[in-house]
């Protein structure tokens, strides 16, 4: 599914977060979204699932304007999204299982056996087994964000999208993660929207980038065309150094 | 800093101006609700959670009150009473204010303490978590899905507290008027069974019901519109019991002067 942003603006009162956002995201492929923290890339993603409406500016899917879309007629195209909240979100007055097992519960007319089954594989993707009992408040914060990734991958969506991964998991756990969006990407040809702080990772899994600096999109390239770039700013965060035109805010 | 004696109507002018704003809000999340009532998926197992969070766990606070309302009112009654010899309207006096007005009013109270300011709490929590949001990207409805439940279970269930409430409030009487003041039980039975309408009952259910719509509408709608985290959250639970509570008693009034 195709998702093209245009002209997209947001501000929080005074705050101007978004200042005309141009985006393509690739049917099929693997779009990062990589820029510094508080950035906008959650706010962005936000507007993309109709949490957030735009000040101004358009999201096109399938060639409607989503943005004009009342929150009632979002279901339709939500039903083909998976999304991981930076946070989680996780229900906590549910268990892990019912947590993942939730989406399938409501969506699918699939036997409690058969739906149990297809949380546990869910659960094994992400490297996790045996939790189905624990509650979320139970769980490490890795182990949070995995669940979380079980439960937006749990109806197979065509769209994923992804805030922070893999943010707070370990190297190796990481990497397990990255090979789990490439896969479902070369495999089910689905279209990822990931937000990530991960460099390496993110020249791994992404087919394109996109750096969001002061509201707007700095660079969008391959990563060949994120190594190869000259841009001072793009430079310095890829270099990761405290030093150079992009500052800090307070 | 100066004591100047017109900032206290600023005040009461700027709180009118938000309690306006907020009465649109609860009532516009009130027809929400209702209206999602008929639209599918029913959800009967969380409508049953409810009703058991709502009732049955209610019930011992609600048996407990009522019990001790029905006897001070049937030892402040008979102070009054024995000054005309009126022991035998002791009974009577004691059921139907409890019917009317003791029985869904204290019970309403009692109820927002402990569910209103809950509901408040757990639908604040999952709107700082995200988890409200979350619902939301599953396709999945939020307000039919917390709120319909809530306030359907929690209509039902106030008159069957209240109920309750008024039972025992009268059992309560009829301890204090026989064996502590000596009236003849079977007197007091009948008295009481006499003067009591149905219609005095059926009334007090239907107050009840209504403060049972206020009750999880406030809490639900506090709950749903948190913001700024944990601090968020404890306010909305304190603001749900105040709105409840403040809304109870103008509600009882103005249901009382347009039925009875
Ligand atoms: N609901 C909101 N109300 C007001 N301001 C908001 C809201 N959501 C986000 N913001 C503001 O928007 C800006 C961008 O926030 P956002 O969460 O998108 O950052 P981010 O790029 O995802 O950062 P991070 O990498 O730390 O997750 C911040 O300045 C934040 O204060
Ligand atoms: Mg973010």
Redesign the pocket.
């Known amino acids: 599914m195709q998702i093209d942003i245009k002209g997209l603006k947001k501000s ?2 005074t ?1 101007s ?1 978004l200042n005309g956002i141009d985006l393509t995201i690739e049917d099929g492929k693997t779009t990062v979204i990589v ?10 993603i ?1 507007h993309i699932i109709g949490l ?1 409406r735009p000040d101004a500016g358009q999201i096109i899917v399938n060639g409607a304007d989503i943005t004009k879309l009342k929150r009632k007629e979002f279901g339709g195209i939500l039903k083909n999204f998976g999304v991981l909240f ?1 946070n989680s979100a996780l229900f906590d007055s549910m268990t892990v299982g019912e947590n993942v097992a939730f989406p399938l519960r409501e969506h699918t007319g699939l036997s409690p056996t058969k739906i149990m089954d297809v949380v546990r594989e869910k659960l094994a993707i992400v490297g996790l087994k045996g939790v189905e009992q624990l509650y979320p408040a139970e769980l490490s914060g890795g182990m949070k964000k995995r669940v979380g990734l079980a439960r937006a991958i749990a109806l197979d969506p065509q769209v994923l999208i992804f ?2 991964p893999t943010t707070g998991l370990d190297p190796v756990m990481s990497d397990t993660i990255d090979n789990l969006i490439m896969n479902t990407q070369k495999h089910l040809g689905v279209t990822s929207i990931v ?1 990530s ?1 991960d460099i390496p990772g993110t020249f791994k899994i992404a087919r394109w980038i996109a750096m ?1 600096y002061k509201g707007k999109v700095v660079l969008y390239g391959s990563p060949d065309d994120f190594r190869n770039t000259q841009d001072p700013i793009v430079r310095q965060f890829l270099e990761r150094r405290a030093e150079g035109p992009l500052q800090v805010e307070a | 800093m100066t004591f100047r004696p017109i900032a206290i109507f600023e005040y009461i002018g700027a709180r009118f101006t938000t309690l306006l704003e907020e009465l649109g809000g609860i009532f516009s999340t009130f027809l929400q609700s209702a209206g999602l009532l008929f639209v599918p998926p029913f959800r009967m197992r969380l409508f049953l959670k409810q009703m058991e969070f709502v009732g049955v766990e209610s019930s011992f606070i609600v048996l407990l009150t009522g019990a001790f309302t029905g006897m001070v009112f049937a030892l402040q009654t008979s102070y009054a009473f024995r000054l005309f010899g009126a022991e035998n309207l002791i009974g009577p006096s004691v059921a139907l204010s409890l019917a009317r007005e003791l029985g869904p009013v204290l019970t309403g109270l009692m109820v927002t303490g402990r569910v209103g300011s809950a509901m408040a709490a757990e639908l604040g929590t999952m709107k700082v978590t995200e988890q409200i949001d979350a619902l939301y990207t599953m396709s999945i409805n939020p307000v039919q899905y917390l709120i319909t439940p809530r306030v359907l279970s929690s209509i039902i269930m106030l008159p069957m507290l209240t109920i309750l409430f008024d039972f025992i409030g009268i059992i309560g009487s009829y301890f204090m008027a026989v064996f502590l003041l000596g009236l003849n039980g079977n007197r007091f039975i009948s008295d009481t069974i006499y003067m009591v309408d149905l219609k005095d009952i059926y009334i007090g259910l239907l107050k009840a019901a209504v403060f049972g719509a206020i009750i999880a509408v406030v809490g639900c709608y506090k709950g749903y519109f948190a913001e700024k985290g944990a601090e968020g959250v404890g306010k909305a639970a304190t603001q749900a019991v105040v709105i409840s509570s403040v809304s109870i008693l103008i509600a009882d009034y103005f249901l009382t002067a347009l039925l009875f």
């Open positions: 929080f009162g705050n977060v820029g510094q923290t508080g950035c906008g890339k959650s706010v962005l936000k957030l930076q805030d922070e937000i702080h969001l």
